[in-house]
């Protein structure tokens, strides 16, 4: 398997999982798949953060927000590894559930991997819902 299919291959089995915890309310197997050290740099959909410590902080707000993974599916249109760095660009389709009420929703996601002792880390994610129509 060359580098690009093995990355692919954590990307849809550990990152997967992590985001699923993550809408079940757990956010240290997020925690798990990004970096602790820095840069590390987080634009989300409904926060920002700089540092490992402040997006540990998003995780755990999301976790809180978050009370159960209805459904989820991940939309690939991109990805790439050269060297120690790595990209994924995808679709998020995810229906969760939001203090308590279903919620629907579809992330457009950019993120940034480095290749860590023990793997791969996120080390920068931006996701939005993308443009509106006018």
């Not at 740099?41 to 707000?61: C, M, Q």
């Not at 790439?80 to 919620?103: K, P």
Request: avoid cysteine; aromatic fraction near 10%.
């Amino acid at each position: 398997m060359d580098e690009r299919a093995e990355f692919l291959d954590w990307f849809g089995t550990t990152w997967r999982a992590a985001e699923t915890a993550l809408h079940g309310g757990d956010a240290a197997p997020r925690d798990g798949t990004w970096s602790h050290r820095a840069p590390v740099t987080l634009f989300g959909a409904w926060y920002d953060a700089t540092g490992p410590e402040a997006v540990r902080a998003v995780f755990e707000t999301l976790a809180e927000t978050f009370g159960g993974s209805v459904a989820a599916d991940v939309e690939v249109l991109a990805a790439d590894v050269s060297g120690d760095l790595a990209y994924t660009v995808h679709r998020e389709h995810t229906t969760t559930l939001m203090d308590g009420e279903e919620r629907s929703y579809v992330l457009r996601v950019t993120q940034v991997y480095r290749r860590e002792p023990g793997g791969w880390k996120v080390v920068h994610r931006h996701g939005d819902g993308g443009p509106t129509a006018p």
